[in-house]
């Protein structure tokens, strides 16, 4: 990778396998929740969520232990945050507002407001600064310790309104999809590994900042698996498992931050730039419009909301630019 064609090169072919190995992920995880009866509402959504989000691990990872990167890592993060809500917004769009945000229940509105709170929880220390706790740090353990809880008031939510007779049973062997699940995971860690190596040397030879090549260029490479079960999910009209997919993944994805701190000498969050924070903050925007959206759908008194679904792809393009400027300033 000694000259950008080559860097390019690299990057477009560990592009192609990343993108290959999420969708094998999303698929594998969704037979797992199948045949072992853990179902698609709960299980299946968080199986899917974190699975297609094992690009962000392995290139966030790479970029802060073996890279030395950590502005692509923190970059991909919120970019991909970004990503994933801009994708949700166009595909609402496409299929009608009323469908996509429609028929959810109050663990789907815990799963937004979560992702949300780890959003702000993650912005507040970037900007106070963060202290070294061991191998990691304070802000790394509460952003993990609030996914944790969070995670678990989702499923109990989820619970509370079920029927004995609609959870799920065991449909049989899961021996085949775990076997194409831990294929596809090994895929992704060797892909993430020259991804985050070939964007970095990217934004070295072409003088532009690896935090803006992580919220533009690696996150939308990572974030397609995501993409791509948020369509296929619309399309068979499982639209839980699109917003859960969404929302799960972006509350997965600021917890990568925790993983990722374990191999920085300092901590992550307080190396945080002027970039890093416009696209945290758009990040907790476009999260925020898609829950009023959300409200918009559920309460009468939020119908005003829906008008804001529009907004969702125009804000994503201006935080780019704004990412940008600031990137190169």
């Not at 000259?3 to 995880?29: E, K, N």
């Not at 797992?32 to 290139?59: F, H």
């Not at 029927?163 to 449909?171: G, M, S, V």
Request: hydrophobic share 55%; glycine share 14%.
């Amino acid at each position: 990778m000694e000259t950008l064609g080559g860097a390019i090169l690299v990057f477009l072919v560990s592009a192609a396998f990343v993108i290959a190995a999420g969708i094998g992920l999303a698929r594998y995880g969704d037979d797992l929740a199948e045949a072992t009866g853990w179902g698609k509402l709960w299980v299946g959504t968080l199986l899917v969520g974190i699975a297609t989000s094992l690009p962000e691990v392995t290139v966030n990872i790479s970029a802060v232990w073996l890279e030395d990167s950590p502005g692509l890592a923190l970059g991909n993060v919120f970019g991909a945050d970004m990503m994933n809500v801009f994708v949700l917004g166009c595909v609402g769009l496409a299929f009608g507002i009323g469908n996509l945000f429609g028929g959810q229940g109050r663990d789907t509105e815990i799963l937004i407001l979560v992702g949300l709170g780890l959003v702000a929880l993650a912005l507040a220390f970037g900007l106070a600064g963060d202290v070294k706790l061991g191998p990691t740090s304070l802000g790394a353990l509460l952003v993990f310790a609030g996914y944790l809880a969070g995670m678990r008031a989702v499923y109990t939510a989820g619970r509370q309104h079920m029927h004995l007779e609609d959870i799920p049973a065991p449909t049989g062997s899961a021996r085949k999809a775990w076997i194409g699940f831990g294929i596809s995971v090994a895929v992704v860690i060797v892909a993430g590994r020259f991804l985050a190596a070939s964007a970095d040397r990217i934004a070295e030879i072409s003088g532009i900042s690896a935090s803006f090549i992580g919220v533009l260029l690696v996150s939308i490479v990572t974030t397609l698996p995501e993409g791509s079960v948020t369509v296929a999910a619309t399309l068979r009209k499982s639209y839980g498992i699109a917003m859960g997919n969404v929302y799960g993944s972006n509350a997965f994805n600021v917890t990568i931050l925790t993983f990722s701190d374990l191999f920085s000498p300092a901590p992550l969050l307080g190396k945080m730039e002027g970039a890093h924070f416009a696209a945290g903050l758009a990040a907790f925007t476009l999260m925020l419009i898609g829950y009023l959206v959300w409200k918009g759908v559920q309460r009468p008194a939020f119908a005003w909301a829906r008008a804001l679904a529009p907004a969702i792809p125009v804000v994503y393009i201006g935080a780019l630019y704004i990412v940008y400027r600031l990137a190169q300033a």
